[in-house]
């Protein structure tokens, strides 16, 4: 099992940056391939971006490739989001998953992780 616990979301205006990031807690975090999911309001949970578990491979959805960055530090048990030139279509609840179990291409084809974290809240103002 692990524990997720998301942090960085907030209110900022169009164009501008924020970093979101993503504490584990409980079995070793390097056993984790890490994705980033989010949902805006009356809208299906949409795939963002995936890394591997050794932080070494990263994959991301086409409408996000050269804004959102995905990154982990293993040895603070983080994951991170990094969002640049935000854009009200980012305005959505950021979740970060995990899972242990599959190979890097079996995961981004399921799509499938087995824990989540609570959310956070990211508002982009035009």
């Known amino acids: 099992q692990v524990q997720l616990v998301e942090s960085g979301g907030g209110l900022v205006q169009a164009g501008g940056s924020l970093r979101l990031s993503c504490a584990a807690s409980g079995r070793t975090f390097s056993t984790y391939l890490m994705g980033w999911f989010r949902q805006a309001a009356g809208k299906d949970r949409e795939f963002v971006a995936a890394i591997s578990r050794s932080g070494g491979s990263t994959y991301y959805v086409e409408s996000v490739k050269g804004r959102f960055t995905i990154s982990r530090d293993n040895a603070k048990n983080t994951v991170y989001l990094q969002i640049s030139n935000l854009k009200p279509e980012d305005t959505a609840v950021y979740y970060c998953?995990?899972?242990?179990?599959?190979?890097?291409?079996?995961?981004?084809?399921?799509?499938?992780?087995?824990?989540w974290g609570q959310g956070t809240q990211v508002t982009v103002s035009s």
């Open positions: 998953a995990a899972t242990y179990a599959g190979t890097w291409d079996q995961v981004l084809k399921s799509r499938r992780f087995d824990f």
